[in-house]
T-cell receptor
Framework: KAGVTQTPRYLIKTRGQQVTLSCSPISGHRSVSWYQQTPGQGLQFLFEYFSETQRNKGNFPGRFSGRQFSNSRSEMNVSTLELGDSALYLC????????????FGPGTRLLVL | QKEVEQNSGPLSVPEGAIASLNCTYSDRGSQSFFWYRQYSGKSPELIMFIYSNGDKEDGRFTAQLNKASQYVSLLIRDSQPSDSATYLCAVITNFGNEKLTFGTGTRLTIIP
């Protein structure tokens, strides 16, 4: 069974631009969660989607948004990029909602210049 | 107080010895606990999860949970150089509004 896939793997943007990241969960998994990982803050929860609905949200500004499609694929969008948004963005999928075990994708490394 | 706390390390352990990684959490209502391993430049991979007080063993790995003291630990027996990685403790907090909260991780180095 294929694992979680994320595209693109690497991205360079400039301040003020917007970016869209994509995540395809493991086949049959209905929950997708997004995380931001930085050296200083570690892994921080962004949001969780289940059956196309946002079920949970972390403490990030409204510039961070996401959605989930009927095939469980998910996208996250960051508008008006700031230098501090440079990070590894990870998505994780699980069969159902928490506390189901989550499996991570390889991540998208975003650099904002 | 952080919701999930880990000693950032680095923790150095000789090959063949037991590595002990500790994690404390603040939400007494937490029910589910996970240990992830993350190699440099890679994404986290699940090692173990534990829900009940006591020990849970899986090969060379043992997770220990003590809900009264609000700590969870991971023991790695017969440590190998391939165990060198950052170990992340994760806890399902806010029971009823579950989200997975991670500690900042402990960097483990196994010395040959």
């Amino acid at each position: 069974k294929a694992g979680v896939t994320q595209t693109p793997r690497y991205l360079i943007k400039t301040r003020g631009q917007q970016v869209t990241l994509s995540c395809s969960p493991i086949s049959g998994h209905r929950s997708v969660s997004w995380y931001q990982q930085t050296p200083g803050q570690g892994l921080q929860f962004l949001f969780e989607y289940f059956s196309e609905t946002q079920r949970n949200k972390g403490n990030f500004p409204g510039r961070f948004s996401g959605r989930q499609f009927s095939n469980s694929r998910s996208e996250m969008n960051v508008s008006t990029l700031e230098l501090g948004d440079s990070a590894l963005y990870l998505c994780a999928s699980s069969l159902g909602r928490a506390p189901e075990t989550q499996y991570f994708g390889p991540g998208t490394r975003l650099l904002v210049l | 107080q952080k919701e999930v706390e880990q000693n950032s390390g680095p923790l150095s352990v000789p090959e063949g010895a037991i590595a002990s990684l500790n994690c404390t959490y603040s939400d007494r209502g937490s029910q589910s606990f996970f240990w992830y391993r993350q190699y440099s430049g890679k994404s986290p991979e699940l090692i173990m999860f534990i829900y009940s007080n006591g020990d849970k063993e899986d090969g060379r790995f043992t997770a220990q949970l003590n809900k009264a003291s609000q700590y969870v630990s991971l023991l790695i027996r017969d440590s190998q150089p391939s165990d060198s990685a950052t170990y992340l403790c994760a806890v399902i907090t806010n029971f009823g509004n579950e989200k997975l909260t991670f500690g900042t991780g402990t960097r483990l180095t196994i010395i040959p």
